[in-house]
């Protein structure tokens, strides 16, 4: 049977203003992004072909959604490019917010302990731009009741000691992912949530204080396995337990936990390239119920993140007067601060400086932050970010002229990885070998070796 040329893709492209070229490249930006390694070949071949009439498969149909749902800045399904056949899947994430809290997050959890199941998600979706868009002002002022309000379906009755439990569980993989790497623990972590704290949102509360913080309790830990997936690089999966921890902490009346939510979702946008989605979400988290009623160490962590969103728009005004707010609030805090804040300290606001810096082009002063970062931290007990902040000065060296230098950091930060199970990790190394691909003419052992290092590494994280 002869191939239809599928003329509403054809239509989408042409509306993009995209050539062939260009399209294939975006569709492998994307793909990158959820480790859809099958498409890192997509090329102009595969898109005529997709344009005659053959039919993409597996991840590329909904990866192609994504890509074109991004440049055109409206929501596509997959019957607007001419591929219909899955439309029951969630496919721009725009639905996340208004889905049943409890009902999302058993079924996430559920879905994340399924291994094989976790991998056919994973080729579905794609991390959606549309589904970051904030709700309304009306939404978060009725979340608390509309989960006050929601039905029993146990005749548990819940206990401080439960939310202890959530607690305490929370802390244990806190400390676990700062020095092992996201990837490491996230099945146990998804068990847990899953298995034992998700079942007492539906439970018997004695009192509207004792719902509420367990709705909090929960809400944290949701976004731990959130910023855990995000570290292993599994970023749409991240992006639904993040949306989700922030639905808890709002229907928890819990401002500063919803504002380090929303920033950790603006980190995700600024590392995956959308800086007025990063942006939005950063200044989200600065609101008064948010930022305004943190701690000051959190409002250092909200503010500095906020500077970084505003780095990746081109705003050097606006970002070296966030920096200095991040500084003077840091310089307040006065012990305080809720667990979930306690790996932010000087270190780590160098850290996030120097990224700041770095991508406003203020390359100097960059290199200075991170080093103080890496002279600061505590190295055995936040290995992971060690490891990174190390990469990322190298490449900063390396962008400088400091070819030895940079060599010598990234050495280091190889080092540091022994044992570390991160995606950002692995993308530190991928870093290091296009900062080195230009240079590779000048051989030398030192990047022979290098080199050689880099790609056992990656083949041993798979």
């Not at 030895?404 to 080092?415: F, K, L, N």
Request: charged fraction near 25%; include cysteine; proline fraction near 3%.
């Amino acid at each position: 049977m002869a191939r239809m040329r599928n003329e509403a893709l054809a239509a989408r492209i042409a509306e993009a203003g995209w050539t062939q070229p260009r399209a294939a490249a975006a569709v492998r930006r994307v793909a990158e992004e959820v480790g859809a390694r099958d498409l890192a070949a997509v090329s102009r071949s595969h898109i005529a072909m997709w344009i005659l009439g053959t039919r993409p498969s597996g991840q590329a149909p909904h990866i192609l959604c994504e890509t074109l749902t991004r440049k055109l800045g409206r929501t596509l399904t997959l019957t607007d490019i001419g591929l219909p056949g899955a439309e029951g899947q969630d496919v721009t994430g725009e639905g996340d917010w208004e889905a049943d809290t409890l009902t999302v997050l058993t079924e996430l959890g559920r879905d994340d302990l399924d291994m094989l199941h976790r991998r056919q998600l994973l080729a579905d979706t794609a991390y959606s731009v549309a589904g970051l868009a904030v709700p309304a002002v009306s939404w978060w002022k009725d979340a608390p009741s509309v989960a006050a309000q929601r039905r029993v379906h146990s005749q548990t009755t819940v206990t401080p000691a439960d939310i202890d439990d959530i607690r305490q569980t929370t802390a244990f993989f806190s400390a676990r992912d700062q020095r092992c790497g996201g990837a490491a623990g996230r099945s146990a972590l998804a068990a847990h949530l899953s298995l034992e704290a998700a079942p007492l949102l539906s439970s018997r509360f004695p009192s509207e204080q004792l719902r509420r913080e367990l709705y909090s309790a929960t809400a944290e830990m949701t976004y731990l396995a959130g910023w855990m997936a995000f570290d292993a690089g599994e970023h749409r999966r991240a992006q639904r337990y993040f949306t989700l921890a922030v639905k808890l902490a709002a229907e928890a009346g819990d401002g500063p936990l919803a504002g380090h939510t929303l920033r950790a979702m603006a980190h995700q946008a600024v590392d995956l390239k959308h800086p007025s989605q990063a942006l939005d979400l950063a200044e989200a988290s600065m609101a008064a119920d948010r930022y305004g009623q943190a701690s000051w160490r959190e409002k250092a962590l909200l503010g500095i993140v906020h500077a970084r969103a505003l780095a990746a728009t081109g705003d050097r005004r606006g970002t070296l007067a966030a920096i200095s707010q991040a500084e003077r609030d840091l310089s307040r805090d006065t012990g305080d601060a809720p667990d979930r804040v306690s790996f932010f300290a000087s270190a780590s606001l160098s850290h996030e400086t120097a990224c700041a810096l770095r991508d406003l082009g203020t390359l100097r002063d960059a290199e200075a932050h991170f080093k103080e970062s890496v002279a600061t931290r505590r190295q055995q007990q936040f290995a992971r970010t060690h490891s990174v902040t190390l990469g990322y000065l190298g490449s900063v060296q390396i962008r400088r002229g400091g070819l030895d230098e940079g060599c010598a950091t990234y050495s280091q930060a190889m080092d540091a990885m022994d044992g570390i199970s991160s995606g950002r990790a692995r993308d530190v190394i991928v870093q290091m070998q296009r900062d080195l691909s230009p240079v590779r003419r000048r051989g030398g052992r030192q990047l022979t070796e290098l080199d050689q290092r880099a790609r056992e590494m990656l083949r041993a994280i798979g």
